[in-house]
């Protein structure tokens, strides 16, 4: 989802206190800079409090803003517009050379979310893949990022889970809303949604998520305050959260989804080609096209079957491509039958490459990760696997959350490769370094912009496991490609069903056809795509463009070239568009001549 920057007038933001002797001291142009973006900074997490606790900082634990609100939206734009006319206060040409890549960063974020105002998102709050309700959920059972280790966190998320009743009522009349303007989910996912919530609006409160900190009190917590707090968690479920739950639940079967249309394209939408069209640019920072998006993903899509096909003559496989992918389906030493043997696998995994990642990488971040099942009232919509990034003073670790659902959409052969992506050198390499980076301006170092940046380093990580020293079996390697091929599909299958006029159906049949995958993870990635379109693209067209960028740096460098230097660079870039990340790769290149 795309997030604001909650900012405010100039005028405001610098009205900081100095000490008496700096009153007379003139700052400089970067100076005033950086204590207006820590002002701002300040204030976006004011607005957004739940950010600030994924974040490791307490002080808005309590609080849940009602995003749903006319008056919450007016709000926000405004904010977009002051800010934007406060950026401009300052010169750029006064700026240093770093600042000057922030400013521009800035500058594109808030137009580009200043552009996005122009479409309902907010009509669409909840769909399969998540939303508030779960993600509560997911807060709400003590193993996510709300903390639960003194009375005073258990007091903060009391007051958080009551003021998150008018949002849920809130959502039920955004997505009336929606219903009256034509902007609903498919039918065909919202039938996804139904099962979440269904779990989720419990009546009896000890079987809720919710229940799970009361099962679970830290010694730190006092027994008279366990008491307390017990009643008071009772009394909140029983008569105000689980009966929002179950409003919503009764609204999403009884009227929404009936309504709920039944057409999968964006562009069906009303401005639904704009709106589509807005997100394929915010998903890369390219100037590219669907019809040329589409283009690349076919190339790489037959690019790789050939190189699947030479994996199958290596392994001596028999039959065909097409039966290499049945085998790769149907053998059971392809796949664990035992969701704790597969955690086990990722557990191992980790402490092997967290061993050779210094073949490659001067810099790793101070935080580790730990693997974790992904929650069971999630699990069959969710992804196969996700990162969760730590919290930014170390207090809790990162999380690699791997979906054990359905084990056959889990293959040993892929283990490699997912590791890298979603953990180290991935995700957790990439997210962790920039959150630690204290030098960078905070809102590049937790901003979540820049799919292409994010998901393309993460897709790269995959890429140089041979170097680092995996993939040395034939059958890891093909995982490899698997992965690949799935991000080469997304760009024909995405714009395929946004641009091109593909049913679901037609979708799912071509992912079948040119991969091993399961048929459900196939449906899941389907579905994903329809309901978060065109942020699927930015993974392949992010690695392709971290790749050339490599390639370019080896022809211009030679032997100077330094593989740990040009990690470095892109790894401390923090949060950047493709042409800005060019750039800085370039000045680096120019000053290794």
Partial sequence: MRRRHALSLLA???????????????????????????AQWELTLQRQPVLATSLGDPRYNDRLPDTTTAAYRAQAKRELQQTLKALAGFSKGKLEPRDRVSYAILKLDLEQDLAGERFPEWMQPISQIGGL??????????????????TKDYDDWLKRLALAVPVLDGTIANMRAGLKAGVTQPRAVMDKVLPQLTALAQTDPEASLFWGPIKNFPDAVPAADRERITAEMRKLLAARVLPAYGRLLA??????????????????????????????????TVQLTPDQIHDIGLKE?????????????????????????????????????????????????????NGLTPRLFDIAPQADYEVREVEA???????????????????????????????????VFGMETLSLHEASPGHHFQISIAQEDTTLPAFRRFGSHYTAYVQGWALYAE????????????????????????????????????????????AIKYMLDNSSMAESDVTSEVERYIVWPGQALG???????????RAEAESALGAKFDIKGFHRVVLTAGQVPLPVLRELVMEWVKSKR
Avoid: C
């Fill in 133 to 150: 309700p779960s993600f509560l959920a997911q807060m709400g059972t003590g193993q996510s990022i709300q903390p639960f280790k003194t």
């Fill in 301 to 353: 899509v037959a690019r790789i079957l050939g190189e699947m096909e030479a994996v199958r003559k290596q392994v001596g496989f028999p039959g065909d491509l097409k039966a290499f992918f049945k085998h790769l389906q149907d053998d059971p030493k392809f796949y664990f039958t035992k969701p704790e043997d597969l955690l086990a696998g990722y557990r191992a995994l980790q402490k092997k490459i």
């Fill in 251 to 284: 609204f999403v079967r009884d009227e929404y989804t009936p309504k709920a249309r039944a057409s999968t394209a964006w562009s069906a939408l009303p401005d639904g080609k704009a709106w589509y069209a807005y997100r394929v640019q915010q998903s890369t």
């Fill in 12 to 38: 405001t933001s610098l009205a900081l206190s100095l000490p008496a002797w700096a009153a007379s001291v003139p700052l400089s142009e970067s100076q005033r800079f950086h204590q207006w973006l820590d």
């Fill in 539 to 549: 993974y392949k067209i992010g690695q392709l463009e971290i790749t050339r960028l």
């Fill in 463 to 506: 890429s140089i496991g041979k170097e680092l020293g995996l993939f040395t079996d034939p059958y890891q390697w093909y995982g490899r490609l698997s992965d690949e091929q799935l991000r080469a599909m997304r760009l024909v299958v995405d714009t395929g069903l946004h641009h091109k006029g593909w049913t679901r159906e037609q």
């Fill in 377 to 411: 009232f999630r699990a069959e919509s969710a992804a196969g696997a996700s990162y969760e990034q730590p919290s930014a003073d170390g207090s809790r670790p990162g999380v690699f959350y791997v979906n054990t659902f359905n084990l056959k959409a889990q293959p």
